[in-house]
């Protein structure tokens, strides 16, 4: 069965953080997208991990993979939160989540790169 999260399924509210995310990154909002990945993994941590994960990301690993105007760091970004959504074994999918968040000083890093190199392109 699956559990529900205040009426959605969570397997649902978790693939739309991550869409949500990916959104940002792609239109190169990536302070943004680092607060809604500090949520998604808030979101992740406060649920129940039995859920059912029975949805496939084959399609959407492969645009992601094959897309150029993706950023090597944004589409392993991505690819972790899928990595995660696709962990049926508990333990790994809760490993991956600690990783990410020990990624977050350089993933923050990179967005104030991203963010002062956009400041100065739209000075010039």
Not at 4 to 13: D, H, P
Not at 22 to 30: E, P
Not at 35 to 58: A, N
Not at 72 to 77: G, M, P, V, W, Y
Request: glycine content about 4%; some cysteine.
């Amino acid at each position: 069965p699956t559990l529900n999260y205040m009426g959605e399924s969570v397997q649902l509210l978790l693939t739309q953080r991550v869409i949500a995310i990916s959104a940002l990154l792609c239109q190169g909002k990536r302070t943004e997208a680092f607060d809604e990945i500090k949520d998604f993994v808030k979101c992740y941590e406060s649920i129940q991990k039995d859920y059912e994960r029975s949805w496939s990301y084959k399609g959407v690993k492969n645009f992601i993979n094959k897309n150029e105007k993706i950023g090597n760091s944004e589409k392993n970004i991505i690819l972790t939160l899928i990595d995660i959504l696709e962990s049926t074994d508990l333990k790994t999918a809760d490993k991956k989540v600690e990783k990410l968040k020990s990624s977050y000083p350089e993933i923050f890093g990179q967005t104030q790169e991203k963010n002062e190199e956009h400041k100065i392109s739209e000075m010039n």
